[in-house]
């Protein structure tokens, strides 16, 4: 399958003996920008997919059709790796089915399917899980969907800092036993809380996001954490950058002026020129 190759590699990953960062992507030029610093995978963020496909908080506004076609966009443009969020499956059960059949033709290596209750319920202010029962029906519907066998699927659970931490390890071993590949938590807050997931769980472990003290890759490598996030700071870093150029341009500053622009070397690796311009020489008879 021609997505296969970059499943196994996140496969690797997961079965390796190291953690890993992740590069966080949301376009193509993000993409490959994280492809050609060599990350070894993207993560693609639901509160990034949300802020670059519709300018709007990640409050689940974003449908599934926007999140696959986004995917699909990066998968053409890179062959990196790539991670997805995909929040609660858009639904229920049979929805997220769904979900896993989209990602999976949009070229996503791997998916996370969350028992975090979204959209919030009418009048609650914090964040509710859905039940157990249900979380777990959502995690074999995610492997009913699933065609090709080497796509990740990665159950989630934000229990940890929604419930409990006793909570999370006992909604992990349920999803665990339905057969995804591993267990993504949110809402770890000490090494004493990852021990006790690590003591009750077997599979490979992805944390996102967590406090300094779990940040030292060699502990989490042998606490069988194999991928770790470290937020989404490249689109907060393009918003400010977008916004400064044009705040100058604005104010009158000459275009030759601006400060903090790539360079001509950086924006034509980004747009692969040397290789469109091969093909154009190959394909359209024009001179290299």
Known sequence: MAFRSRREKLRSILSGGTCIHPGSVYDAISIRIAEDLGFPLGMFGGSVASLAVLGDPDVTL????ELAEQ????????????LVDADHGYGNALNVRRTVQELEAAGAAGLTIEDTLLPPAFGETKAQLVSLEEGVGKMKAALDGRSDPTLVIMGRTGAASISSIDDAIRRAKAYEATGVDALFFTGIKSRAELEAVVSATRLPIVLGGAPDELNAIDYLASRRVRIALQGHAPIAAATQAVYEVQKALREG???KALKGLPSAELTHRVMREAEVKARSADLLGLKK
């Open 71 to 82: 995917m699909r966009r990066m998968s053409r443009a890179s062959a990196l790796p790539v």
């Open 253 to 255: 500053t000459a275009p």
């Open 62 to 65: 974003i449908t599934l059709t």
